[in-house]
């Protein structure tokens, strides 16, 4: 069943699942949160602790090397028939009986895993306005009077069978487990930026400014120097934007950062394993610079990282 947010009782409000990730990691004394459905009527209907949801996995830092469960929410305990989820979840079954959605993504949908489908580009500033913005289109579908025009609406929201996300960290996720699948033809749009596979979507460093299409780009990194909680890094492949082969190189200050704690501890994580590397996410571009280039990004939600060591081929 799909459960795209949850009521936070420790934060008083509904959360994704990468804003509950970012919320963990920002605490001081860390413990796991607690959380409730989001529709607020069925999170009333048990008035002793509330329609619980389970958060899985948002407390684990992903890990490129060893596949695991990406974060998420799951039931936990029965919902109403009139939650929205329950509604969703009715629709998206009627569609899958009609065969009208992408089959590769419900079979992988029914083993668990989170498909994005849709996904739009994370806002550079976190605010209430774009936690509260990211529901628009199921909040409009649950203004409908009755539940024949709410199925149906659900229905062709989520006709393709995938979910959409403006989490970077979520799409990587996916990516790495449709890479682990073979399942990386699979279609996803972009929103302002048109449909993509996910083989096309991701682009290697070594191929950039190969098309002016928006991309994500990646590439392997090893730790320079750790200014605590900042850091910088350096990749294995020069990148040529026209003038040769450039050493590319990231450097997050201390203020920023200590803005991500989940960024800076997987960085924690390479400096006590020499032998490791870091996969290196972003959304944006290369600058260049008096020594090489830099990675280039507007916010720090347009950067992701996985900690990796290399597999012993002996």
Known sequence: MRIEKAFCVELGKSLDIEQAREAYFAQGKRRRFTFLCSDERCRASDPRIGVRVSGVNYDKLPNVDTIF??????????????????????????????????????????????????????KTIATDTEQNEEQDEIDQIR????????????????????????????????????????????SIHVDSHGNYSFKD?????????????????????????????????????DVDVGNGGQRLSLYVDKQNAGRANHLAETVDVAESNPQSYLTVYWIGGVREEERGLAVDINSLRHLALRFKVPQNRG
């Open 69 to 122: 469960k990406t974060a998420h929410f799951r039931r936990q305990d029965p919902h109403i028939p009139s939650c929205y989820w329950m509604e969703i979840k009715e629709a998206e079954d009627l569609e899958r009986v009609s065969n009208n959605g992408n089959d590769l993504v419900s079979a992988l949908t029914a083993k668990g895993m989170t498909v994005i489908t849709r996904f739009s580009i994370p």
């Open 143 to 186: 203004t409908k009077p009755s539940r024949e025009e709410r199925i149906s609406a659900y229905r062709k929201l989520f006709s393709g069978g995938g979910s959409s996300s403006k989490s970077l960290e979520s799409l990587v996720s996916c990516y790495e487990e449709l890479k682990h699948e073979e399942a990386l033809d699979i």
């Open 201 to 237: 979507l991701f682009c290697h460093v070594a191929n950039i400014k190969k098309d002016d299409r928006f991309h994500v780009y990646y590439g392997g990194a090893k730790l320079y120097k750790r200014y605590h909680p900042g850091f910088s890094l350096y990749f294995f492949d």
